[in-house]
């Protein structure tokens, strides 16, 4: 295995395996009553529990892990069944930490989304929080920690929701591993380093026949994988499509994708280049045109979306802010070394930085500063006489609606394909391009014909937006809360991430908080009293 180019990241192929059996790892059958299905989780930080390879390299390796285990829990479930996630943070250092489940839409839960300071408070050290969700429908999915660095370092796991007669099958789960832990350095996380390449399986069913591969990409950095196989590919993102051949194939960090089983050889891409899984690849491996790759597939439902529909151009680009320091404030209580908060380049919605309420804006409201808010449209108050503006970025959308979300990466500064995610929804795409040059939201606006696709369009969470291009997402907005779309790789590369949430109201009024949801606000000390003497 060799790095190119001295980037010190290799590729790690990771397959979900289960810790002992869970009663709700079973046959899905059709008329069975869903199970309540509980999982106790403890984040801590531990020499790595080695299951097969008992490698002097992996009992010397430090990781976040999840009940000591890095990937975490491997939960499966049967579809409707209600997931029950104890989690216990013990991280050092008064570390907070939270869980998102990407994929799951959180339909009447949005409070278990697990995006703190929007929909929880973050889960202090020595305390639990309880996630309960309803696996809602079928399809592959995974957890992972909210933050990037927690999830480099091992905060992460696989997650399944079955349908119907077991297959025999096997899940896959693939993700960068770092050297050293991230979480506690201050340098840019741009600059890591890698240790060695593990393989662990986990196999579901019985026989000796594989019928199916679930692919995750659980990658936090910038490592899209390059798939060489003879395979037909069956479902993205959990979501049937119509079985398609491939030979050569992408999954970028947040997607996953099913197949049907064949050899692979896995090869990283960007931040992994030159780390391969398998046998090498002798031949160069040709680059894929994105527009024309996504274009292949379609939907197996038979549906033909509306051609009309709410239509919002959201562009986005990367901006670079020159290296200067103006604030000689130290602050008292860092566990980290002082370092000047150069802010270098940032990857931003409508040249706004996203930075997170000061309350969870989803159940204290009222507690945000209205002066913190800001949309596409409009600046916030705050940043009326500064250039680098840092606010609560808002897109609201009405409810029921269809909308097409056109997000445009203007290219003016960066040079590479956005992956974002969305939490909360799946969404149809309907169309994308690149072009040869940077692009404007003028421009696209200009443009008569998006060139939509309304029949079969595929279903997913987690889409490319080609450089110096556009991606057209169909949403049905549905599900009331906020929620976040997010970059998945782009605080990586500049520890400031795309970012921004989408907002629909409920036009019943808020759904009712959980009983006893813990809350948090801004903490503001009582005025002091000077005693004359």
Request: aromatic residues 8%; contains cysteine.
């Amino acid at each position: 295995m060799e790095a190119i180019g001295g980037v010190a990241v290799f590729l790690a192929l990771l397959l979900a395996q289960a810790r002992g059996w869970h009663p709700c790892e079973r046959q899905c059958l059709p008329d069975e009553q869903p199970k309540n299905c509980y999982y106790q989780f403890t984040l801590g930080v531990s020499h790595l529990k080695c299951v097969h390879a008992e490698s002097e390299e992996c009992q010397r390796r430090m990781a976040m892990s999840i009940n000591g285990y890095s990937p975490g829990p491997y939960i499966s479930v049967c579809e409707n069944d209600v997931i029950t996630v104890d989690v216990k943070n013990i991280l050092p250092a008064g570390m907070e930490a939270s869980i998102h489940w990407h994929g799951l839409r959180q339909r009447g839960t949005p409070f278990m989304d697990g995006t703190p300071m929007v929909t929880q408070c973050p889960i202090h050290s020595g305390t639990t929080f309880t996630y309960r969700m309803k696996a809602d429908r079928p399809g592959t999915f995974y957890y992972h920690a909210h933050s990037v660095s927690q999830q480099l370092d091992g905060l992460y796991g696989a997650l399944i929701v079955r349908r119907g007669p077991e297959t025999r099958e096997k899940v896959m789960l693939l993700a960068p591993q770092l050297q050293q832990l991230t979480s506690f350095r201050s340098s840019p996380l741009n600059d890591l380093t890698v240790s060695d390449l593990k393989l662990t399986e986990h196999h579901i069913g019985n026989g000796s026949t594989t019928e199916r591969i679930r692919l995750i990409n659980a990658a936090a950095l910038d490592c899209p994988l390059s798939i060489i196989s003879d395979t037909v590919i069956t479902a993205l993102d959990g979501n049937p499509i119509k079985p398609t051949d491939a030979h050569h194939f992408l999954l970028y960090p947040g997607e996953r994708m099913d197949i049907v089983p064949a050899d692979l050889t896995i090869l990283g891409r960007n931040m992994c280049d030159g780390y391969t899984i398998t046998e090498n690849i002798e031949a160069p491996v040709p680059e894929i045109d994105l527009p024309n790759y996504y274009n292949q597939f379609r939907s197996v439902s038979p549906i033909k979306l509306d051609k009309e529909a709410q239509r919002i151009y959201v562009p986005f680009d990367v901006t670079h802010y020159p290296h200067q320091d103006n604030d000689f404030r130290y602050k008292l209580g860092e566990v980290l070394s002082y370092t000047p908060p150069f802010i270098g380049d940032a990857a931003q919605f409508a040249n706004l930085s996203f930075a997170y309420p000061s309350s969870p804006i989803l159940t204290q409201r009222e507690e945000v500063d209205d002066d913190m808010i800001c949309t596409l449209e409009r600046r916030a108050r705050r940043c009326d006489s500064i250039k680098f503006c840092e606010c609560v970025q808002i897109l609201t959308l009405p409810y029921n609606t269809s909308v097409d979300l056109v997000l445009i990466d203007e290219g003016r500064n960066g040079n590479t394909d956005q992956v974002l995610h969305l939490h909360g929804y799946s969404f149809h795409l309907l169309a994308m391009s690149s072009f040869e040059e940077p692009v404007t939201a003028d421009k696209i606006k200009s443009l008569i014909d998006l060139n939509l696709n309304l029949v079969k369009p595929i279903e997913k969470d987690t889409i490319v937006v080609p450089r110096k291009g556009y991606s057209v997402l169909r949403l049905k907005t549905d599900n009331p809360g906020y929620w976040l779309l997010e970059s998945v790789a782009s605080k990586a590369r500049s520890g400031i991430g795309l970012e921004m949430l989408v907002h629909v109201p409920d036009p019943s009024g808020p759904l009712p908080v959980p009983k006893n949801f813990p809350r948090c606000r801004s903490l503001k000390p009582q005025d002091m009293v000077f005693m004359d003497e």
